[in-house]
Structure formats: structure tokens, C-alpha cells
């Protein structure tokens, strides 16, 4: 068994991914937008494209002929992934949840208008007036997305008339792709928010990871830590949702599906078709399978009896402070690491900018979750980018 894999999106998540898949003997084409992205490090081979440009796609596509497509990113034509599932490349999970989970506005209104999971009310807007017309409707405050975006960026909350131009002018800028429109919603009064990664499998049961919370700035994740403790019922129901959602998009594959957790239960929130970034809590070896080979499994149509919780673990980002072209080198770890319950994994991203994710520190352990991320927090802290 030995399939050649076009990954499309290559950083710190594909980079994971292309290890699991290469542990299973796997080729990898690893594809981005820029040189020296973390996956490509360790891929066979790789592209640098413009993966919004669909006969730069294309082009790829017929070179190297994959048997398997796995997009890691949103910004990608993914209209395309339809005519090379007819070909008979297995997308990833399929070619239908690639392309609406890709935009906020199919996968909202598949969950909330198809499947009838719960939601936020919310509209949509491609205008500034639109826009006030949105926030008219949901309420103050209310959130406002790009459709088309990754992690958290142009997301904000607005409070009052007076943030609306704000928001519309932050979304667009942090919008991804060509498409301009946003997504507006009224506000859950939650009291935590998890990730549920779902493994869906070609032959086998749908199977869940214990729950994830995680702390957000600046729409980004900052801290994760597993298992989330939470209400029996409420994570029954949690689970439910996605098992819905995912089997209406079909296919095979992780998926991370974020919900906001209320006194009166869950709430739908988003949905990612692959391994998720606060999910790299998984790395600390909370699990008997971290997502990414869960994920690797999943698509090569390897069996997973089981996802066994081991131990507690937290994760905590470390991020750049600073523009730079040269890539970077850490200080720190000698000190990080003397502590047996704790691991670093550096990226291999070649330039930095402010807030971008360059590092993860994990711990795990016996402690309770909330010592653990205290540990992360720390750690991370001690861990210094130098150019």
C-alpha cells in the first residue's frame, strides 16, 4: 500500500501530517505559496503555487497524478476538487466537505438550515451596509468572520454602532482569498468553548477525541489542554452534532469541530475538515493517537479500533514579536527541557512576523489540566526566537 499524496497547505499542521503519512510509507508532494514551509522540509517532493489559481492547480495535479489530495488550508480553489474526485483522486474527506467547509456561509447553513444543529443566529454581508443591516438583526454584541479566513484573523466583536466600520474594514483585511463577504453573529453567552476532533473512517464507526478547551487573542488559539472537563450530557450532545454534520459532508479524515458550550448545552460553531491547531495538544501524548495519525489512518483507510485518553496535557504557542526574512534560532530549550514531562516542537517556519505561531511548548503529566497549561504558559515563556 504506498499512494502518493498531494498535500495542499504545508505549515506546521501539514508538516505533521506528512511525517504521520511518510511513518506509513507514503510519498508526499507538499504544496504552498511560499519556499522552505514546515511540510515541505519533509515531503519527497514539492510545489510553490498560488493554490487560488486554478490552473496552477491544475497544473499540478496533472503533474504529479496524485492518488490522494489532503488541502490543509482554506485558500484553495476548491470548486476544482469535484472534477478530481470524477478522476479518481480521493479527496480529502471528500470533495463536498472540502469545498463548503473552505467558506463559512456553506457549512453554517448546511449545519444550522440542513442538519438543524443549534447555532447562533446570524446573516451574512458583503457590504458596509449589509454589514449594519447584519448587526441590526443578531444584536449587540455581536462577532464578525470573514467567510473565508484562518486562524481567527479579520474576526472581532463589535459592541457598539460605533465599531461596525472597524469590523468591516478588519475583516477585509484579514480575509483570505478573493472572496470579500462576512459572516455576522449574535453572541453565545458560553461559559467555555471546546474542539471535539471527530475521526470519521472509510470502513468503521465514527469515533471521538476526548474534548479540548482553549483560550483565543486575537481570534488565534494561545493555550489548549485535554481532556476538557465538562457535563456528561452537554458532551453527549456535542458529539452528536458532529457526528451529524460530518456524515452529511461524507468522507474520511479528522475533523475539528468547535462548539460553544452554555448552561442549556452546546452550540455549533465552526468546522475544519482536517487536523485542528489546538488539537496539537495531542502531541504531548494525551492520546494513544495523536490527531495527525489519526488523520493518517483515516485517509489511507487504515483501521482505528479506538482513541484511548492517557494522560492530561496543555499546549501553549510561542510567537514572533517582530518582522524578519532570516530564519529564526531559539534559546531556552536547555532550560525547558530538564522538566521530563514537557516537549518543544519548532516549526521550521523561514520568516517571521508579529504573532505568528512559531513553536509549541506541550506538557503532560498527572496534574490537572489547568497546572498543565500554567506549566505551557511557562515554558513557552522561557523559550526566546533570535534571528
Same mark, same amino acid.
Given at each position: ?101 473552505? %467558506? ?8 444550522? !438550515? ?18 449594519? !443591516? ?48 462576512? $459572516? ?27 474534548? $479540548? ?14 481532556? /476538557? ?9 456535542? !458529539? ?47 492520546? %494513544?493517537? %495523536? ?60 520568516? /517571521?512576523?508579529?504573532?505568528?505561531? /512559531? ?29
Amino acid at each position: 500500500m504506498k499512494f502518493k499524496i498531494l498535500l495542499l497547505g504545508s505549515g506546521e499542521l501539514g508538516k505533521e501530517f506528512a511525517i504521520a503519512a511518510k511513518r506509513y510509507g507514503q510519498t508526499v508532494i507538499a504544496v504552498d505559496s511560499y519556499a522552505g514551509a514546515p511540510a515541505m522540509q519533509v515531503a519527497d517532493q514539492f510545489e510553490v503555487i498560488d493554490m487560488l489559481d486554478a490552473a496552477a492547480l491544475d497544473m499540478v495535479v496533472a503533474k504529479h497524478q496524485p492518488n490522494i489530495i489532503v488541502p490543509e488550508i482554506e485558500a484553495i480553489r476548491t470548486e476544482r476538487f469535484y472534477d478530481y474526485e470524477a478522476q479518481g483522486i480521493q479527496v480529502v474527506p471528500s470533495a463536498k466537505a472540502a469545498n463548503f467547509t473552505m %467558506n463559512r456561509k456553506a457549512i453554517r447553513d448546511l449545519a444550522a !438550515q440542513k442538519v438543524g444543529v443549534r447555532t447562533a443566529p446570524y446573516r451574512y454581508a458583503t457590504s458596509l451596509e449589509e454589514l449594519k !443591516q447584519g448587526v441590526a438583526f443578531c444584536g449587540y454584541p455581536c462577532v464578525v468572520k470573514p467567510l473565508m479566513s484562518s486562524s481567527g484573523k479579520g474576526q472581532s466583536v463589535i459592541r457598539t454602532e460605533a465599531d461596525i466600520e472597524t469590523a468591516w474594514t478588519y475583516a477585509m483585511e484579514g480575509s483570505r482569498g478573493d472572496l470579500k463577504e462576512v $459572516i455576522v453573529e449574535g453572541f453565545i453567552n458560553f461559559d467555555y468553548e471546546i474542539t471535539l476532533l471527530t475521526v470519521t473512517q472509510q470502513n468503521g464507526p465514527t469515533l471521538f477525541c476526548a474534548p $479540548i478547551g482553549h483560550r483565543q487573542e486575537r481570534g488565534d488559539y494561545q493555550e489548549s489542554w485535554q481532556p /476538557m472537563p465538562m457535563n456528561p450530557d452537554h458532551l453527549a450532545e456535542a !458529539q452528536d452534532m458532529a457526528a451529524r454534520v460530518t456524515q452529511e459532508l461524507g468522507g474520511a479524515g479528522i475533523w475539528g469541530v468547535e462548539f460553544f458550550i452554555t448552561p442549556e448545552g452546546a452550540y455549533f460553531s465552526e468546522l475544519s475538515p482536517r487536523p485542528h491547531d489546538t488539537g496539537m495538544v495531542t502531541l504531548a501524548g494525551t492520546q %494513544n493517537l %495523536n490527531e495527525f495519525e489519526l488523520h493518517a489512518r483515516a485517509v489511507l483507510g487504515l483501521p482505528i479500533s479506538e482513541i484511548r485518553q492517557l494522560q492530561n496535557g496543555a499546549s501553549a504557542v510561542v510567537l514572533a514579536q517582530h518582522n524578519s526574512n532570516s530564519a529564526p534560532s531559539f534559546a531556552g530549550l536547555d532550560l525547558v527541557l530538564q522538566d521530563p514531562n514537557t516537549e518543544v516542537r519548532i516549526f521550521g517556519k523561514p520568516t /517571521m512576523r508579529p504573532y505568528r505561531r /512559531m513553536a509549541v511548548a506541550l506538557r503532560f503529566g498527572t496534574e490537572s489540566v489547568e497546572e498543565l497549561v500554567q506549566k505551557a504558559k511557562l515554558d513557552a515563556a522561557s523559550i526566546q526566537i533570535l534571528e
